[in-house]
């Protein structure tokens, strides 16, 4: 049985898509998606400039990334980056570069709201669109065992945060969320789903 005209699989027919990004998380949405893609890391020094806050912050890194690959994009393709931050209490929190970062930013979210912000970068030969997304994510009071335990057992230095929704402390410390859960993930795919229909469009 044919698919409705609509669908964005139909849509993306004459379209190679590219996932300029290295994450297995991205990836394993973007297959969920039912997206037919390339995956081609770019190779990028993320850098933060001192006067950029919450969202201006992957948004510019999202840009990043996609100037990055750019120049030997072909008319058919669409390049699709991403970057994710947590943000709390009016701080930037990357990925951490050891274990003892690790357990210091789980120890500053324990016990509290923070906000998970994606960026997503479409971008052809013709134009560039992006979007962000926020989700407020809730820590219980986090034992001290359980963060090393986390941190030994996951080294969780390419998240965020130094944590993934998706992991053991994921599911025994995380509360409460508010928002997409696949943008905690890496790639919030209903806001991604969008902006390929603008694309295309």
């Not at 190779?43 to 990055?68: Q, S």
């Not at 324990?110 to 994606?118: A, K, R, Y």
């Not at 995380?174 to 795919?189: D, F, K, R």
Request: aromatic content about 6%.
């Amino acid at each position: 049985m044919r698919k409705p005209d609509y669908m964005l699989q139909d849509l993306l027919s004459n379209y190679h898509l590219i996932l300029g990004s290295g994450s297995p998380r991205r990836k394993e949405l973007m297959q969920q998606m039912g997206l037919i893609f390339e995956v081609r890391p770019p190779v990028v020094e993320e850098k933060v400039p001192k006067d950029l806050m919450a969202e201006a912050i992957p948004d510019n890194l999202a840009r990043l990334k996609a100037d990055a690959l750019a120049c030997n994009l072909r008319p058919d393709d669409i390049l699709i980056t991403a970057d994710t931050i947590v943000w709390h209490e009016g701080r930037h929190l990357g990925k951490p570069g050891g274990k003892s970062e690790a357990v210091k930013m789980l120890k500053h979210l324990s016990g509290d709201w923070h906000e998970v912000i994606t960026t997503v970068c479409c971008t052809s030969t013709k134009k560039q669109r992006l979007s962000h997304e926020t989700t407020l994510v809730h820590f219980k009071e986090l034992r001290e065992e359980e963060i090393l335990y986390y941190v030994s057992q996951f080294r969780p230095w390419d998240k965020a945060g130094a944590y993934g929704i998706q992991e053991w402390l994921g599911l025994v410390g995380i509360a409460e969320i508010s928002g997409s859960y696949t943008n905690v993930v890496g790639l919030p795919t209903a806001s991604l789903y969008e902006l390929l229909r603008i694309m295309v469009s």
